[in-house]
């Protein structure tokens, strides 16, 4: 972890009294710097989940109770709206009572203090949902440091392999310097060996398909959850081309599927973007995407990609057979699943 992180870590959990000219940079840090902006929340994110997991028992009901919100039972709680509930609220309180040191600080930017806002809301959410959580498990951090380099064979057909389309492992280049480590995904074109279809390919993928049995028969009924995200970059491109970093989750059942055969054979998917993808080589984008996966999943196929847009936002009017990509790169590929055991009163079942 890095110093910067770490000192903001220890900060905003209370551990650390910094000087107002290290909290101003650190604020400039955070509404400049767009990878450790992600840093920031995905550690709180984190921190969120392992408190959470620590609790001696959910309140989650006692806080829907206190916010006046819905406890109907439900799948499908839509954590934004949520968020915003939970947003609103703290804004209207008189400041005193928000508790939170680092609002306390002068001078902040009005962009660093929404950036600030904006994490707070994230952690509380996190926390409050997280107390519903019965574990948390990492399946994968993947920085390409070691192992085999991906195969170019299109969907991986074994658990636990990369695969996908013309893609190597490469070290610093072209500007762009590797997330963590020394190495990363370099995407060279959006087909693979021994493509037979004729439809055109314009995403370039990268695929991992893990099994996901144990974590629902720990489940036991209950649900899980599983959560991808990856960082997205590139050399500098033209004006006129655009790129979005897209991850997405196919929840599937005992059978591998085609590349023609994914849509169909998929129980469920999720996508997450970060759109668009930016010119400066010097910046890293994430993408994140959670999937609840559905009664019949034994396997989840990973996919991390990048797809070429026109800046219009348009469709392509002639798409080419393939897209090559000039210099475009992935790192720090992680996954984890939420496993929740199944719940025995109509109130815990209002959990998210």
């Not at 989650?60 to 499908?76: I, R």
């Not at 939970?86 to 009572?97: E, G, I, T």
């Not at 590139?234 to 994914?262: H, I, K, N």
Request: net charge negative; charged share 20%.
């Amino acid at each position: 972890m890095n110093s910067d992180l770490q000192t903001f870590l220890q900060a905003w959990t209370g551990g650390a009294d910094v000087s107002d000219a290290e909290r101003l940079r650190l604020l400039q840090l955070l509404e400049n710097d767009a990878a450790f902006l992600a840093e920031c929340v995905e550690e709180i994110r984190m921190l969120g989940m392992i408190k959470a997991v620590q609790a001696a028992g959910p309140r989650w009901l006692e806080m829907h109770d206190a916010l006046g919100l819905s406890t109907a039972v439900t799948n499908d709680f839509p954590a934004d709206d949520l968020a915003s509930s939970v947003l609103h609220l703290v804004r209207a309180q008189p400041q005193s009572r928000v508790k939170v040191r680092w609002f306390s600080w002068r001078p902040v930017t009005t962009a660093a203090a929404g950036l600030l806002f904006g994490l707070l809301s994230a952690s509380m959410v996190f926390g409050f949902v997280g107390r519903s959580l019965e574990k948390v498990v990492s399946i994968l951090k993947e920085s390409f440091e070691s192992g085999p380099a991906p195969l170019v064979t299109g969907v991986p057909q074994e658990l636990n392999q990369w695969s996908g389309d013309f893609s190597e492992i490469v070290g610093p280049q072209q500007g762009v310097k590797p997330k963590d480590g020394n190495r990363m995904v370099r995407l060279l074109r959006s087909d693979f060996e021994g493509k037979t279809s004729s439809k055109p390919s314009l995403q370039g993928d990268l695929m991992r398909v893990v099994d996901v049995r144990p974590f629902l028969r720990e489940a036991d009924g209950g649900e899980v959850v599983m959560t991808l995200s990856a960082l997205f970059n590139a050399a500098p491109f033209p004006d006129a081309e655009r790129y979005d970093g897209v991850v997405t989750l196919w929840a599937l059942g005992p059978s591998f599927p085609t590349e023609e055969s994914l849509m169909e054979d998929a129980l469920a998917h999720s996508v997450g973007m970060c759109r668009p993808l930016d010119r400066d080589p010097a910046t890293w984008q994430s993408a994140s995407t959670r999937l609840l996966l559905p009664p019949g999943t034994e396997m989840v196929l990973l996919k991390v990609s990048f797809s070429p847009k026109p800046e219009s936002g348009e469709s392509l009017s002639t798409p080419p057979d393939h897209v090559t990509f000039a210099g475009h790169f992935m790192d720090d590929v992680r996954a984890f699943v939420s496993i929740r055991k199944p719940v025995s009163n109509r109130r815990s079942q209002a959990l998210p």
